[in-house]
């Protein structure tokens, strides 16, 4: 295979900019699109600060185009897929491309509930085909280098975590906005569901999955909303470490602060800058040795270099076909997309039943959990209630 073959179903807001990378690609070729809206087939939405070069007429050339994914899956002009439609088809979307040896790459989250993301994995595990799940933040040079500092031991053993991260403001207007976003019965969460999975796929992919924690949750404390807006957590990391984890989209400004405390000192991510106040020794030996009861020497300052390169999308869909075509590894697997889903199951499962919850989450108890908020909403409010069935019969499907 010269060309990976790509397949995009969804032409909304995200599955549009994947569109837009595609003349960038080297080694692949969009060979079809799908959509269940027949009008997103027809004409380009070319998107608010979209920075490719490309017009609304980029779709006359010969993309085959469907309004059924499952017949793009057997027209045999695909080799990959990118999965750009809602959450709740992802799973489904996924298990059938891997039934049919089809590549995939998934938006996140990979799935509403823990349950679904291990299936789907486990569907892929019966497969020889690529899986990927689109998290781009872990192309961005700065966490790269959070990464390798974490890797390397120079932050020595980690001894606390604190990420503040509430720059997802969304207002009212966004959420009255409708559809299947902001909701249980649609979208299955708020913020950790949409806004929140990249972090949390970060927090994962940096310390791992915590063993256990307790979490505070509102519902819709900021916004007239059934889903959470407002969230704080607290966690035991594998080592004994500590954590906490805010977010809300309900700050503006926000901030995005992420602070890791190890044996050799402090790194900070704040505004971009990542700066590592270094100790003149371990942080415990300083504690354990030294004589002077209020210790103050000051921390070496070191100011991270970053290197500026570009990074996003386009940079994992790349990573996939050299992975398809056996030249790198997978920089985002699929499988990982399982951990983030935990965590926010997890979260939302402590924080609505107050009290602290073991990672992994108890399957069936979130899923129990899930069903009851999504009962509640249908019943209790009703107009912010959303019905797949019927949305998929609006369009004739
Ligand atoms: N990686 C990122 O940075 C990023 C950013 C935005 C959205 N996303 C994710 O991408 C997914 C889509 O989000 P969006 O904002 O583009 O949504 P959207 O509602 O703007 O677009 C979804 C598109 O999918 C189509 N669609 C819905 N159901 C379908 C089906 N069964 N078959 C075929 N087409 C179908 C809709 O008609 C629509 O065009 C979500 O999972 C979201 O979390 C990821």
């Known amino acids: 295979m010269k060309k990976v073959r790509f397949g ?3 032409l909304g807001n995200i599955g549009t900019r994947h569109f837009g990378y595609f003349p960038e690609l080297e080694n692949a070729e969009l060979t079809a699109i799908c959509d269940v809206d027949k009008t997103k087939l027809t004409e380009l939405k070319i998107p608010e600060n979209f920075d490719h070069p490309i017009t609304a007429t980029d779709f006359d050339k010969s993309i085959a185009k469907f309004t059924d994914y499952r017949e793009m899956l057997d027209s045999g002009k695909v080799d990959a897929i990118i999965i750009a439609v809602p ?7 996924a298990e059938e491309a891997f039934r049919r040896g089809i590549h995939v790459i ?17 569907a892929h595990a019966d497969s020889e085909v690529v899986f990927a799940a689109m998290f781009q933040k872990r192309t961005e ?25 509430t720059d997802w403001f969304r207002t009212q207007s966004y959420y009255d906005s409708g559809g299947w976003r902001g909701n249980w019965t649609g979208e299955g969460g708020g913020v950790l569901m949409n806004q929140c999975p990249h972090n ?27 889903v959470e807006d407002d969230v704080l957590v607290l966690m035991e ?3 004994g470490a500590t954590a906490s984890f805010i977010t809300t989209t309900g700050d503006t400004p926000g901030t995005n602060r992420l602070e890791i405390a190890g044996e050799n000192g402090k790194l900070v991510l704040e505004a971009g800058k990542l700066t590592f106040f270094k100790t003149e020794e371990p942080v415990q030996k300083i504690l354990d040795h030294s004589e002077k009861a209020f210790y103050s020497k000051r921390p070496r300052v070191i100011e991270v270099p970053v290197e500026t390169k570009a990074h996003g999308h386009k940079f994992i869909t790349q990573n996939v076909i050299n992975a398809v075509l056996g030249k790198e590894k997978l920089m985002s697997p699929g499988p990982d997309g399982v951990k983030s889903v935990q965590l926010a199951n997890a979260i939302l499962l402590s924080g ?14 979130f899923d129990q959990l899930l069903e009851e908020l999504r009962t509640d909403e249908r019943q209790n409010a009703p107009d912010k209630a959303f019905d797949w069935e019927a949305y998929l019969r609006s369009f004739d499907v």
């Open 237 to 239: 990391l594998e080592n």
């Open 87 to 93: 959450h709740y088809f992802h799973p489904e979307m």
């Open 352 to 365: 609505l039943k107050g009290r602290a919850v073991e990672v992994p989450v108890c399957e069936g108890e």
């Open 200 to 226: 949390l796929d970060l927090f994962q992919w940096f310390f791992g999955l915590p063993k256990r924690l307790q979490a505070l949750v509102y519902l819709g404390k900021w916004h007239d909303i059934t």
């Open 141 to 165: 040079p700065v966490y790269i280098k959070i990464k390798e500092m974490l890797e390397s031991g120079e932050l020595g053993e980690l001894r606390r975590v604190s990420w503040n991260i």
């Open 8 to 10: 995009l179903i969804g």
């Open 106 to 122: 998934c938006e996140k989250p990979i799935a509403i509930t823990a349950r679904e993301a291990r299936e789907m994995t486990a």
